[in-house]
């Protein structure tokens, strides 16, 4: 499985390890914070695979589509990442025009997290 620079869960932005250098993330928090980044991403944002992410522009965001749409999108965007095994929308709110919930993420070691978004 290829690294993932840790993030700060408040900032979204990189954090330094003890000795100063960027922080990598590790199993099994490494695959809920890349599901959480599959499901920010933007449908065509990634250049170097314009068909990963949610069809925010296309689809949802100014739209009123039903929330069955929104869970299938969240979830095929979370079974995009690697050693994902399932994945379940457990709550979706929009709030103040901010879309957030919490996603049941199994992977393939039969590890289960709850993945914020």
């Not at 925010?56 to 929104?70: H, K």
């Not at 969240?74 to 025009?97: E, G, H, M, Q």
């Amino acid at each position: 499985m290829t690294k993932t620079l840790l993030l700060d869960q408040t900032a979204w932005d990189l954090v330094l390890d003890a000795a100063g250098n960027i922080a990598v993330a590790t199993e099994p928090y490494q695959i809920a914070q890349d599901v959480a980044s599959a499901v920010r991403t933007f449908l065509g944002e990634c250049w170097y695979d314009t068909t990963l992410g949610l069809p925010y522009w296309q689809n949802i965001l100014g739209q009123f589509p039903p929330a069955s749409f929104v869970k299938s999108e969240i979830v095929k965007a979370a079974k995009t990442v690697p050693n994902v095994a399932s994945a379940t929308v457990l709550s979706l709110a929009l709030d103040n025009r901010k879309l957030t919930g919490q996603i049941a993420v199994t992977d393939t070691d039969g590890n289960t997290q709850t993945v914020n978004f």
